[in-house]
């Protein structure tokens, strides 16, 4: 199911940003885990939009809300990936990946 996928999704992009393994690692998590979702045209898809898919596909609103303010603050509010914003992108990553990424 789609929120499983997201789940598992969320949970290799935790361990990228825990192992120091991206750049940007709020902008690559977001774009992982959106990558997931049935989304016809994502090039065109706001921030918003995704996280209503997401929302759609079963996963925690609280949860999808905090990762689209991080994304949107680091991708397009010009601040910058801090620690704390990483930090909180893993926490909830990994909220995500307990409740969503068991395998079947």
């Known amino acids: 199911d789609r929120a499983a996928a997201v789940g598992r ?3 290799r992009a935790a361990d990228r940003l825990e192992e120091g ?7 690559r998590a977001w ?14 898809t706001t921030p918003r939009e995704f996280q209503q898919a ?7 609103p609280d949860d999808v809300r905090e990762l689209t303010r991080l ?3 680091v991708r397009y509010g010009g601040e910058s990936a801090t620690t704390d914003r990483e930090e909180r992108a893993v926490q909830v990553l990994r909220r995500i990946e307990s409740t969503y990424g068991e395998e079947p």
């Open 21 to 27: 393994e991206a750049d940007n690692e709020v902008y």
């Open 54 to 60: 997401s929302v759609d596909a079963g996963m925690a």
């Open 9 to 11: 999704a969320a949970g």
């Open 31 to 44: 774009r992982e885990m959106t990558a997931r979702l049935d989304i016809e045209n994502p090039e065109t």
């Open 71 to 73: 994304f949107e603050r």
